[in-house]
T-cell receptor, first 111, second 117 residues
Framework: DAKTTQPPSMDCAEGRAANLPCNHSTISGNEYVYWYRQIHSQGPQYIIHGLKNNETNEMASLIITEDRKSSTLILPHATLRDTAVYYCIARSGGSNYKLTFGKGTLLTVNP | GAVVSQHPSRVICKSGTSVKIECRSLDFQATTMFWYRQFPKQSLMLMATSNEGSKATYEQGVEKDKFLINHASLTLSTLTVTSAHPEDSSFYIC?????????????FGPGTRLTVL
């Protein structure tokens, strides 16, 4: 699976949009981009995933560049409860895959 | 939907004892479950892949005789830490796969905090 690179930390004001970048320049054509987050002392929570089209759900939006070498997770109106470590993971399609967690981005939402 | 539970959430045991952790998929069937371990201020590390009805596949460096995994049904996998020692103290997290193809996603349990005295 392609390696992903994320900034170690980011800050965001409560109520503003949080834009979390992820670089995956070596991603291959059949690899999906997945986002998870982990609030302190809890298991990771699935947020969203995509292949090449932009995706949106009730939690967030995922914007993937046309060349697929990078993506941005957008939390439209961040709240204090969104403070967490956010992981961007590239995984291959098919049934035999593993999720490899990097260090992620610690997003701190400030009041 | 796609809820995964773990039990217990926290366990403290004496060195040399064995501890069993249960992972359940509550509203879906999971032919594959995964066990992770997370040490303080580190990321999740995959320990093993648990397949229903067959032997688990362990990652390099994980002792299969120490970390026994049983996946007896489509909704339950167990991890037993045998003869636990203080260095086994960690946060153990399971996940279960739901969906197929493009919707295939891993959902994680809340984790089990193991402290070995």
């Amino acid at each position: 699976d392609a390696k992903t690179t994320q900034p170690p930390s980011m800050d965001c004001a409560e109520g503003r949009a949080a834009n979390l970048p992820c670089n995956h320049s070596t991603i291959s054509g059949n690899e999906y981009v997945y986002w998870y987050r982990q609030i302190h002392s809890q298991g990771p929570q699935y947020i969203i995933h995509g292949l090449k089209n932009n995706e949106t759900n009730e939690m967030a939006s995922l914007i993937i560049t046309e060349d697929r070498k990078s993506s941005t997770l957008i939390l439209p109106h961040a709240t204090l409860r969104d403070t967490a470590v956010y992981y961007c993971i590239a995984r291959s399609g098919g049934s035999n895959y593993k999720l490899t967690f990097g260090k992620g981005t610690l997003l701190t939402v400030n009041p | 939907g796609a809820v995964v539970s773990q039990h217990p959430s926290r366990v403290i045991c004496k060195s040399g004892t064995s501890v069993k952790i249960e992972c359940r998929s509550l509203d879906f069937q999971a032919t594959t479950m995964f066990w992770y371990r997370q040490f303080p201020k580190q990321s999740l590390m995959l320990m093993a892949t648990s397949n229903e009805g067959s032997k688990a596949t362990y990652e390099q460096g994980v002792e299969k005789d120490k970390f026994l995994i049983n996946h007896a049904s489509l909704t339950l996998s167990t991890l037993t830490v045998t003869s636990a020692h203080p260095e086994d103290s960690s946060f153990y997290i399971c996940s279960a796969r739901a969906g197929r193809g493009n919707t295939d996603t891993q959902y994680f349990g809340p984790g089990t905090r193991l402290t070995v005295l």
